[in-house]
Nanobody, 120 residues
Framework: QAQLVESGGGSVQAGGSLRLSCAAS????????MGWFRQAPGKERVGVAA??????RTYYADSVKGRFTISQDNANVYLQMNSLKPEDTAMYYC???????????????WGQGTQGTVSS
């Protein structure tokens, strides 16, 4: 079973940046799409960014295009978040075996999450 451990969350002011990291154990990062989801208070968990096995393709939610960048270095997956807005405040989850297709993204493996808070 995949083990995913996130780090890098924190609190910033609007316009600032955060960089999230995810360390993946096992072989999952070689075979599956990896990605990030987020869940704001009172809302459903939604996909934010995904990257194909090998890093050849990336996918982004419309709400973060041009501001967030997903990257991968072997078993580590990163989410660079720039120009942050208060509405980006959420618990961010690393995920493996991500299916970033259509309006709803899915994943089969999840980390515990790391909080990102953006103040105005």
């Amino acid at each position: 079973q995949a083990q995913l451990v996130e780090s890098g969350g924190g609190s910033v002011q609007a316009g600032g940046s955060l960089r999230l990291s995810c360390a993946a154990s096992g072989y999952y990062y070689r075979r599956y799409y990896m990605g990030w989801f987020r869940q704001a208070p009172g809302k459903e968990r939604v996909g934010v960014a995904a990257i194909s096995a090998g890093g050849g393709r990336t996918y982004y939610a419309d709400s973060v295009k041009g501001r967030f960048t997903i990257s991968q270095d072997n078993a580590n997956v990163y989410l660079q978040m720039n120009s942050l807005k208060p509405e980006d405040t959420a618990m961010y989850y690393c995920a493996a075996d991500v299916m970033p297709y259509g309006g709803n993204w899915y994943a089969n493996y999840w980390g515990q999450g790391t909080q990102g808070t953006v103040s105005s």
